[in-house]
């Protein structure tokens, strides 16, 4: 069972900001740091006590950290610690982050997109790609895996009702 003690952390409205470099890495969501420290430890420091922790596969590869206030999830994940789960401070890593939902309004990229802002917003900051009903790629980065030219999503959105409703980053600290 997992405790945590440190409830005096918290991300406020001020630091909702995502921002992603000019070579498409994820440098920062609010006072997180995917880039460089890709551990629950790095979200809990700064966002303090998730709302919810589960583990999302049979063998423990995966799980989900909520932090429901801040309408933040991580998806953490490990692929090299056999009978260690994903959910231990020192094992998971960053592998997908969700921002959005009822608690989302806030959040937005270093190009001053909103949550909450019109598609047409959107298609003016990004040269997003519809990949899907309600889903946009807006920034894609050459991949390390696959053949040569293949590209991964760096940054989504997912639409409703003609506004952003969420944004959806990979930074993939686990390997993919």
């Known amino acids: 069972m997992l405790t945590f003690a440190?409830?005096?952390a918290t991300a406020s409205a001020?630091?909702?900001k995502i921002r992603i470099s000019s070579t498409k890495a994820i440098t920062s969501v609010g006072g997180f740091h995917p880039e460089s420290d890709p551990s629950v430890g790095g979200a809990l420091a700064v966002f303090g006590a998730p709302t919810s922790v589960k583990s999302t596969s049979i063998n423990g590869t995966s799980c989900d950290y909520?932090?429901?206030a801040q309408g933040l999830k991580i998806i953490l994940v490990s692929?090299?610690?056999p009978g260690r789960s994903a959910c231990e401070l020192?094992?998971?890593k960053s592998q997908i982050i969700r921002v959005g939902g009822?608690?989302?309004r806030g959040w937005h990229t270093n190009c001053g997109l909103f949550i909450h802002s019109k598609r047409s917003?959107?298609?003016?900051?990004y040269n997003a790609r519809r990949t899907g009903k309600g889903r946009y790629s807006l920034l894609r980065k050459r991949s390390i895996y696959g053949p040569p030219g293949t590209t991964m999503e760096v940054l989504g959105a997912r639409i409703s009702n003609g506004r952003v409703s969420s944004f959806v980053l990979t930074p993939l600290a686990a390997g993919d």
């Open 90 to 92: 020192d094992v998971g």
């Open 14 to 16: 001020a630091d909702r």
């Open 6 to 8: 440190l409830a005096g």
């Open 102 to 104: 009822e608690n989302g």
């Open 66 to 68: 909520k932090w429901s």
């Open 79 to 81: 692929f090299g610690e």
């Open 121 to 125: 917003t959107m298609r003016k900051k």
